[in-house]
């Protein structure tokens, strides 16, 4: 047996980025995840999580229609469809609903969104994990991270804190007064996170527009390696808040 | 087309079930029962027990029999230390680290992926006894926890077996599929799952026919097994205070006293108080009375290790405890009052057990079955997205992990990364994946080793390979790599950490004839008792009609006394008496079959056609008694 789809116009149909060959089925014109007039599956082919959701790369985002489709395309590319299917259909439903799982993924979560684009546009974010420092730990070097220059005076005060922490928790109690300290720290360390929000959300803004105009006319490359950059910049000082509100947590649990 | 079976692979039952019509029913075994116990035993013939015919050998003979091989299954020496402790599994005498383990069953060696085949034999074996026709392919459960090796070692089980494994569901969520067939829910549900030895929690969203689980996590090692041995080492200890009497290194009386102790287990959750008495080596007697009050406060410190997997699925669904809609509870353990109170408690709802505990697993693996198969009106627009338990990670310099696809991901997942050469010409690349939530490669779990191998030589840095990973729909890890500079294909040698290579697997395969032979055997004896119901029906039809009465009374004789002796050897287990008997009848019947075909052509002449006559088939089986091969004679 071999599962046939029906196309459906609810779901995206376009045609991939160079692809302009014809249905391996019925020869007829195919579209990019099943051909337009027999509905028969389509080979998985290297794609970016917009286009494979058929969506321009805008970073606000109809995350309930997104879903939708999730869902839809969800019931048409699942490998459960295709068990009785032939071997090359079984393999490409297994990579079409992995990229299709990896993109919902990606999408929906504003942040990821967010870096999925940057790295589209040719960004290496900074590595800021928790592995980051792990591995510098593990070399006995100093985590190679750049502080924000808007944090600087504030990061300088908050790891003379953390050090008086540790020495009075060394000589047996942990000071009170350093503690409240840390904890007035990181209150506003976590203010200052849930404002970066909001002003993502202006950057998401400018690029759209961007992409709007680029449809229109050429948009200067510095135009949109401006908006680009501004939200590296955000992105950075958004993980270095949140491993700096990790460390003061660890310090105040220890 | 071949039926597709659920099974329900457990640590201390298995099951194995379909779908009726609109409805998934679990098939029982020769002896009625439902369940099949985990237990394998190897008897002094040389022949395997499997289930209810094995456990016997649990207390007359233990180093004859072995249970609970779930617990090993995916695993190597170094990490079941604890196990060891508390189950009295036999090792090979030569294992050595990183190897697969061997069992030894009387004075034979047997890996658990094949220990696990005989249980899976046997469903198999019963299933095609229910159909009466063959079986070889199935959906088989396993603890959605279970990671990798886990996860292969029990597919590995399937192919031993002689089934083609179509998917390994998670547990908890072939549960929700048997709760969600009836009632259409929608919204959110947590499946807690505590059965013999493993523990899961799963958060799903149900939403017009897609089970998307949320969030999952678990201890693959936690369950009822963990209750007996704690019920039992105080037991031995307190024989040993008592009576002064060391039972530790008798394994005889151990596994008397474990049952004993699983009884009183069983009764605390009816009753209020429970008894053990057993009669013990050198006449003495061990007698104890246990309230429920003493034995929840015993095994509170096991339960609670429920919580934190519970909190933290929760927290990964971005749930409050109170927000789940509904809680269902599956494994045979959530029969414990005090496990319902405990669930009740953290997700502040009044739990659903409206569907046997120790079933519903394999009801959803039928369910699941079904839809593989192309579904039904029952399943129709059911679609289940489940999600990976672990993260998936590289080794990375220092050794910390660096992760590539992170837990609770909706599989098939996957994710591409490039490697390069820190040396001039450089032509291998080894690649260390494991599975885990640490930050250190130490910590996690080891899936496997890769080697890039036959990269061009260049400067150092120079080549990238791209080398994808792909977590399947049963959680299984697949890798392809490729040399982007040369696009080359770049060859991939997989070691995995824990696993059966493909060559074990398929020597185990051709071992597993010696049982085929049984299953060969077991296929005769369905086939004879099929023609056998074909020819004694056609044989009251014969007997009705005109034919009948122009045989000899010495005909008739014979052929009644023929009739009778088959339904009789049709009962027993004998292929062969049957099919002396099937042949017997064949010939005796042979004039009858001509008399009927005479009368039939005579009526056919008469104007009626042969359907008419009443020769129930055809002309291409003129005669409904004796097969065609004897009309050719």
């Known amino acids: ?254 | 087309m071949e039926r597709i079976v659920g099974i329900d692979l457990g640590t201390t039952n298995s099951l194995v079930a379909y779908m009726e019509g609109s409805r998934p029913v679990v098939i029982p075994g020769e002896d009625g029962s439902n369940l099949v116990p985990s237990v394998v035993a190897l008897d002094e013939r040389g022949e395997i027990l499997v289930g209810n015919a094995a456990r016997r050998y649990l207390i007359e003979t233990p180093e004859r029999a072995v249970y609970s091989i779930k617990r090993l299954m995916g695993r190597g020496i170094e990490d079941i230390q604890d196990e060891l402790r508390l189950f009295p599994f036999r090792l090979a005498p030569d294992l050595k680290p990183g190897e697969v383990l061997r069992i030894r069953l009387g004075d034979r060696e047997f890996t658990p992926p094949e220990i696990s085949a005989f249980i899976l034999r046997q469903l198999k074996r019963n299933a095609e006894r229910h159909f009466g026709a063959p079986v070889s392919q199935a959906v088989i459960t396993v603890p959605a926890y279970f990671n990798d090796a886990q996860r292969q070692a029990t597919k590995d089980a399937g192919r031993i077996a002689g089934l083609e494994v179509l998917r390994l569901v998670n547990e908890p969520t072939a549960a929700s599929l048997a709760y969600g067939l009836d009632q259409k829910r929608e919204g959110t549900v947590a499946v807690y799952d505590l059965g013999g030895g493993t523990f899961d929690i799963s958060i799903l969203r149900l939403h017009e026919g897609i089970f998307e689980v949320l969030a999952t996590n678990g201890d693959t090692h936690l369950g009822g097994d963990d209750l007996d041995n704690l019920l039992l080492t105080i037991a031995l200890d307190d024989i040993r205070g008592d009576l002064g009497l060391d039972l530790r290194r008798n394994p005889e009386a151990v596994q008397a006293i474990r049952k004993a102790v699983i009884e009183a287990k069983i009764e605390l959750s009816a009753k209020e108080e429970a008894r053990i008495e057993l009669e013990l080596p050198q006449g003495k007697k061990y007698e104890r009375e246990i309230t429920r009050r003493q034995f929840e406060g015993l095994i509170q410190p096991i339960l609670g290790r429920t919580v934190g997997p519970c909190k933290q699925a929760l927290k990964d669904a971005g749930f409050q405890p109170g927000a789940v809609k509904e809680v269902a509870l599956v494994g045979g353990s959530t029969r414990i009052p005090k496990v319902r109170t405990l669930v009740q408690e953290l997700f502040q709802r009044e739990p659903h057990s409206e569907l046997n505990p120790d079933e519903v697993v394999a009801l959803g693996a039928a369910v699941q079955a079904q839809i593989l198969a192309g579904g039904s009106q029952a399943t129709q627009d059911m679609l289940l997205l489940d999600v990976t338990p672990l993260s998936l990670g590289i080794e990375a310099l220092g050794g910390v992990v660096a992760k590539i696809i992170l837990r609770n991901s909706t599989i098939p997942a996957s994710a591409t990364e490039h490697f390069t050469t820190g040396v001039e010409g450089q032509a291998n690349v080894a690649i260390h994946v494991v599975q885990g939530e640490r930050e250190l490669a130490k910590d996690c779990r080891s899936l496997a080793r890769f080697d890039l191998k036959g990269i061009p030589p260049m400067p150092a840095g120079l080549p990238r390979i791209e080398v994808k990973f792909l977590i399947d729909a049963n959680g299984i890890l697949h890798v392809s790599a490729r040399e982007q500079r040369s696009g080359k294909e770049a060859e991939i040698q997989v070691k995995p950490s824990y696993g059966l290579t493909d060559e074990q697997v398929e020597s185990m395969i051709l071992d597993s004839f010696d049982y085929a032979e049984e299953d060969f055997r077991q296929r005769q004896l369905i086939e004879a008792r099929n023609e056998t119901e074909t020819i004694l029906a056609a044989l009251e039809k014969g007997r009705k009609s005109p034919a009948w009465e122009q045989l000899t009374r010495d005909e008739r004789k014979k052929i009644e006394k023929l009739q009778k002796a088959l339904r009789e050897v049709a009962q027993g287990e004998e292929y062969k008496p049957i099919r002396d008997g099937l042949e017997a009848l064949n010939q005796a019947t042979l004039r009858l079959a001509e008399l009927m075909m005479d009368s039939a052509v005579s009526t056919a002449l008469k104007g009626k056609t042969m359907e008419t006559a009443d020769l129930g088939e055809g002309p291409a089986a003129p005669h409904p008694i004796a097969p065609a091969e004897i009309i050719k004679k």
């Open chain 1, 1 to 254: 047996m071999t599962t046939v789809h029906k196309p459906d116009s609810a779901l995206p149909v376009f045609t991939e980025s160079g692809e302009t060959g014809a249905c391996w089925s019925c020869g007829d014109m195919r579209a990019a995840h099943f051909c337009q007039a027999c509905g028969r599956l389509q080979p998985a082919l290297p794609t970016d999580y917009f286009s494979f959701f058929a969506l321009p790369r805008k970073l606000n985002l109809d995350t309930a229609a997104l879903e939708r489709d999730f869902y839809n395309l969800s019931r048409k590319l699942h490998p459960d469809l295709y068990v009785r299917a032939t071997d090359q259909e079984r393999a490409w439903s297994l990579e079409k609903s992995s990229q299709l799982n990896d993109a919902y993924r990606t999408l929906k979560d504003p942040i990821s969104r967010t870096q999925y684009l940057l790295k589209l546009e040719g960004v290496q974010l900074e590595e800021q994990s928790k592995a980051a420092t792990e591995k510098a730990k593990q070399k006995g070097e100093p985590k190679q991270q750049v502080v924000p220059p808007g944090l600087l005076e504030e990061v300088f005060e908050l790891n003379l804190q953390l050090e008086e922490l540790r020495r009075s928790k060394k000589m047996g109690e942990a000071d009170p007064a350093v503690v409240a300290d840390l904890q007035k720290a990181k209150s506003h360390l976590e203010e200052k996170y849930g404002g970066l929000d909001a002003e993502l959300k202006g950057y998401w803004e400018q690029w759209d527009a961007l992409m709007e105009r680029e449809a229109r006319e050429a948009v200067p490359l510095e135009e949109r390696h401006r908006v680009r950059d501004r939200m590296v910049d955000l992105l950075n000082r958004r993980s270095y808040i949140r491993n700096l509100v990790r460390d003061v947590n660890e310090a105040l649990e220890d």
